[in-house]
């Protein structure tokens, strides 16, 4: 079975918001940093390259693939803020409609800027 590429490793959280290249994306993923060290009671680190993850969990998926990964976590994308939300959004409908601005998948929820959205619904 083939190993996951993205794994905890010891780069800079810092080192890494600190280079990315936008002010405004780079601002808003301090405020996302701080927020979610707050949240999570958890240190960030440097999932793969460009993901912070919070937290550690191991787990085993139906199909027999097993892996460690993040509870939750945040990547400053191209397009959008990243923000990962491991369980998905199915339970948190009601704060969706109340969140401003965004997109989702399974389990990522994009933002273009943390501006467009409620940041109190955020926490």
């Given at each position: 079975m083939a190993e996951l590429k993205t794994n905890e490793t010891k780069l800079s959280v810092t080192k890494?918001?600190?280079?990315?290249?936008?002010?405004?994306?780079?601002?808003d993923s301090q405020a996302i940093l701080?927020?979610?060290?707050?949240?999570?009671?958890?240190e960030p680190k440097m999932w793969g390259g460009s993901m912070v993850g919070f937290g550690h969990f191991h787990y085993k998926s139906d199909s027999g693939r097993e892996g460690d990964w993040f509870l939750t976590g945040f990547s400053p994308r191209k397009q959008n803020l990243t923000i990962y939300i491991t369980p998905g959004f199915d339970k948190y409908e009601s704060l969706m409609k109340q969140l401003g601005k965004h997109k989702t998948s399974k389990g990522c929820l994009y933002i273009k800027k943390l501006e467009d959205v409620d940041m109190k619904v955020l926490k």
């Open positions: 890494f918001i600190g280079k990315v290249e936008n002010d405004q994306k780079r601002q701080k927020l979610m060290k707050q949240v999570t009671k958890e």
